[in-house]
Each structure stands twice: as structure tokens, then as C-alpha cells.
């Protein structure tokens, strides 16, 4: 089979077909390439564990949720880190509102 005829098979260029088979032909395999960058400190089940327990608890803090983070999974990780994690998770940091009650009086004038 001619490269244009598996790349059309596949649906990708022909370059990479042909950089592939040249990867194959001079290492003898074909494996995904390491990403630039820091490695990943907590894995995704994780960071859906660290999600939860906030949503289950809003009131927690971040040092209680890295402590939990310990205790479940027995790795340390900064607070800094959580507060990544909740983020990317679409949970962001609120201050309590101060509710005040109000007398009658005030209800009404409302």
C-alpha cells in the first residue's frame, strides 16, 4: 500500500504517514511522543475528587481540601494546586454574604 493511499485511508496527511513509517523503520515502534511541559501532579479522578468535596461541603477551606487530598490519596499537594483544580472545575472562590435580619418595620418598606 502506497503512503497517499493509507493517509486517505486513514484521513490524515501524507506526512504524517510518512513521518510515522520513518519512525517505525528507525526505532523499530511507533509511540506517542512525550509533551513539553511539567508533568501533571494529580491525575483527573482527582481533580473530580477534589470538585466534589467542595461542591458536597461549600464551606470548606483549601488547607481542609488538601488535607483530605492526604488523607485519600496519601501525596501532598499545594494549596495553590487545589485552587487550580477548582478552578479549571468551574469553582471559584465567594465571600459569604452578611445577612443582616431585619425588623417588621423594615420588611414592610420593603
Do not use: K
Not at 502506497?2 to 511507533?30: F, G
Not at 483530605?68 to 499537594?77: H, K, L, T
Amino acid at each position: 500500500m502506497r503512503l497517499s493511499q493509507a493517509a486517505r485511508l486513514l484521513n490524515v496527511s501524507r506526512s504524517v504517514v510518512q513521518r510515522l513509517w520513518d519512525q517505525y523503520q528507525s526505532e523499530d515502534c511507533v509511540s506517542r511522543r512525550h509533551a513539553s511541559g511539567r508533568p501533571r501532579v494529580t491525575t483527573p479522578a482527582e481533580d473530580r475528587f477534589l470538585a466534589l468535596s467542595a461542591c458536597r461541603r461549600r464551606s470548606t477551606t483549601v488547607p481542609q481540601l488538601v488535607a483530605d487530598q492526604f488523607v485519600a490519596s496519601g501525596r501532598r499537594i499545594s494549596g495553590n494546586t487545589v485552587r487550580r483544580c477548582l478552578h479549571n472545575a468551574g469553582l471559584y472562590a465567594r465571600r459569604p454574604v452578611l445577612c443582616f435580619p431585619l425588623n417588621g418595620r423594615q420588611r414592610r418598606a420593603r
